[in-house]
């Protein structure tokens, strides 16, 4: 069955230090997002991305993040100078369809944490 | 704006049936998804509802009810593995989903 794949699936980086997660969606998917989970919070829309371009974000995606599609299977989430509260679960998806049409399929997560 | 509600926790016991409800107040409103996150893992589909109504899939069912800002899921012949955060999460329209909080579900033998 086809799946989203995440690496890595566990990084702990030094605050003010760039990274970047990566992701393959499913390949005849055309619309890919990222998300992010706080330990014990809820899941949060970070942004969405359809021909090659971000369709939408929210508040949390500001200059500090940034994604792209590097080629015609990755898609990537970075996160320039990271914060003590960018410490959370990061999770890819990826659907047929935009608009909520189709169901997203969510890769496995990678946890990132910030010391 | 956004508002989803849910119970914060139930508990059940082993082959039972439990319901699982979510009231919504969104900007726009196609349908609504059910997800499945089992603790430290990626949230998996359940189901969708566009129409009114009750939608049966195996063990699970989901409810509608669009003039009520309404949603329930239902779980029958309840199994330990089912033990699981139930997330509600209205189709606004836009290019994303908009979680709730989720229903942590504990089912004990």
């Known amino acids: 069955e086809p799946e989203v794949t995440q690496t890595p699936s566990h990084q702990v980086t030094q605050m003010g230090q760039e990274v970047i997660l990566r992701c393959v969606p499913i390949?005849?998917?055309?619309?890919f997002y990222w998300y992010r989970q706080i330990l014990g919070q809820k899941v949060e829309f970070l942004v969405s991305?359809?021909?090659?371009?971000?369709?939408?974000k929210s508040e949390i995606f500001d200059d500090q993040f940034s994604v792209e599609r590097p080629d015609g299977s990755n898609f990537t989430l970075k996160i320039r100078s990271t914060k003590l509260e960018d410490s959370a679960m990061y999770f890819c998806?990826?659907?047929?369809?935009?608009?909520?049409?189709?169901?997203?399929?969510f890769g496995q997560g990678t946890r990132l944490t910030v010391v | 704006g956004q508002n989803i509600d849910q119970p914060t926790e139930m508990t059940a016991t082993e082959g039972a049936i439990v319901q699982i409800n979510c009231t919504y107040q969104?900007?726009?409103?196609?349908?609504l998804f059910w997800y499945q996150q089992h603790a430290g893992e990626a949230p998996t589909f359940l189901s969708y509802?566009?129409?009114?109504g009750l939608e049966e899939k195996g063990r699970f069912s989901s409810f509608l009810s669009r003039s009520k800002g309404y949603s329930y899921l239902l779980l029958k012949e309840l199994q330990m593995k089912d033990s699981a955060s139930y997330l509600c999460?209205?189709?606004?329209?836009?290019?994303?989903?908009?979680f709730g909080t989720g229903t942590r579900l504990l089912v004990s033998p």
């Open positions: 998806a990826s659907s047929e369809a935009g608009r909520g049409q189709t169901e997203a399929f």
């Open positions: 390949s005849n998917h055309l619309y």
């Open positions: 991305f359809y021909n090659n371009e971000i369709s939408e």
């Open positions: 969104t900007s726009g409103f196609n349908g």
């Open positions: 509802n566009v129409l009114d």
């Open positions: 999460a209205p189709n606004t329209g836009f290019q994303k989903l908009v």
